[in-house]
């Protein structure tokens, strides 16, 4: 929700405000420098602060608890969700962790489809099955589990599709 001042609040803060109106997943490779650069951009010049991690993570701050951290002090989540997202497990771990504080703590959260099906994340179909593959060869069956439920669970919100210009 936005204020007079546009900045954004949590539906559920009483009188604590967030640290960050908006937290921002994405895969680098496929994003950082086109959608999230211009996304970032157009949130900071409306004066809404954003976390993107490249830019919020102090030299020498461990990023394992830094992300987290991150997302639960943040009102909206944006899932910017590209081709590669699902290779990732930093990705896939932010995704559990945003998915927990839509429940808990009632986190807007706001999925962008960048150039992908929403069916091929639901069914983990194209890169998102490979990616799903490869993650059964290294990690446990219950994060991969973890993982896929997270995948369904964002493919079944409400977001913006982005296609490709045909």
């Given amino acids: 929700m936005a204020t007079p ?3 954004l609040i949590s539906p559920t803060s009483s009188s604590s405000y967030p640290k960050w109106d908006v937290f921002l997943s994405f895969c680098g490779k496929d994003t950082r420098r086109n959608i999230v ?3 970032y951009t157009a949130l900071h ?3 809404i602060e954003t ?3 490249n830019l919020e993570l102090q030299k020498g701050e461990e990023i394992s608890s830094a992300l987290p951290a991150a997302i639960r002090d943040s009102a909206v989540a944006i899932v910017i969700i590209s081709k590669n997202y699902a290779s990732s497990a930093w990705c896939l771990d932010e995704l559990l962790d945003i998915l927990d504080c839509k429940r808990t703590n009632g986190q807007l ?3 962008v489809f960048f150039y992908v099906d929403p069916s091929d994340v639901r069914y983990q179909k194209g890169s998102f099955g490979e990616a799903i593959e490869k993650h059964n060869k290294r ?3 219950e994060i991969v589990e973890k993982w ?3 995948l369904v669970e964002i493919a079944d919100m409400s977001g913006q599709h982005l296609k490709e210009a045909t």
């Fill in 5 to 7: 001042d546009n900045q």
């Fill in 37 to 39: 650069s211009h996304l």
């Fill in 45 to 47: 010049n409306e004066g």
């Fill in 51 to 53: 976390f993107k991690d």
């Fill in 109 to 111: 959260v706001i999925p």
């Fill in 139 to 141: 990690y446990k069956s």
């Fill in 148 to 150: 896929i439920s997270a």
